[in-house]
């Protein structure tokens, strides 16, 4: 073969090569603070040292917390044991509060597990607002919860608490839209910070729970 046309071929034969690797290098771009995460200014003290917190944001009236919820579940059911992942209510005004007394209502009754995706459902894609105690004892007595069970959480001082304290981590974490991922007090990323996906959303709080793990110097 001419000597010219063999070093042609090997480099023809190289391209893909190339392209495949700089296909992986972009795949592996470090997400930047101030781009597709930021910093919680101050950063809030750490629930633990031994573990990483992440919080997700949400409301049940949201649509993209609905379309979210399909992409997130798998993730949490793979999380390491050293990362703590729980969900906080957002209540940015009084008509949202019902909703979050809902969720901190389920976790006392132990029904978060059944019945928040029935909730999601309920309220995204069969039109029920579920906005006040009554029609939210209605829908849970439907589902198998005793009514007396329910207004008996619901009205706790638990409950009411667990709201204020949503609430002051929704004003620490300065979040101002639903999702959006807390990240052990230190970091904040949501859709619109990685060009409106949620699927990219994940593997930017991955690369934070990292960057906690490393601050805390916690085993990977």
């Avoid at 392209?19 to 809030?44: H, I």
């Avoid at 995706?117 to 579920?130: M, N, P, Y």
């Avoid at 959480?153 to 959006?180: C, H, M, W």
């Amino acid at each position: 073969m001419n000597p010219f046309r063999r070093r042609l071929l090997s480099t023809l034969g190289s391209v893909p090569l190339v392209l495949g690797a700089a296909r992986v290098l972009a795949q592996r771009k470090v997400p930047q603070a101030g781009v597709e995460y930021r910093l919680v200014t101050p950063p809030l003290p750490p629930e633990s040292k031994l573990r990483v917190e992440v919080i997700e944001f949400f409301w049940y009236g949201c649509p993209h917390c609905y379309a979210f919820e399909p992409i997130i579940e798998p993730w949490i059911k793979k999380l390491p044991p050293g990362v703590n992942f729980h969900r906080v209510p957002a209540a940015f005004n009084k008509a949202w509060v019902p909703h979050a007394m809902l969720y901190y209502s389920l976790e006392i009754l132990g029904e978060t597990e059944r019945l928040h995706k029935t909730i999601f459902d309920a309220v995204q894609s069969q039109q029920q607002t579920l906005s006040n105690e009554t029609a939210i004892a209605d829908f849970l007595e439907k589902n198998g919860v005793p009514r007396a069970k329910f207004i008996e959480a619901y009205r706790s001082f638990t409950v009411q608490n667990n709201v204020l304290r949503g609430n002051e981590l929704q004003k620490a974490y300065a979040i101002d839209g639903v999702p959006t991922m807390g990240v052990d007090g230190r970091f904040v990323t949501s859709a619109t910070m990685v060009g409106n996906s949620h699927e990219a959303v994940l593997p930017v709080v991955d690369y934070l729970i990292g960057e906690a793990r490393k601050y805390h110097r916690l085993p990977k």
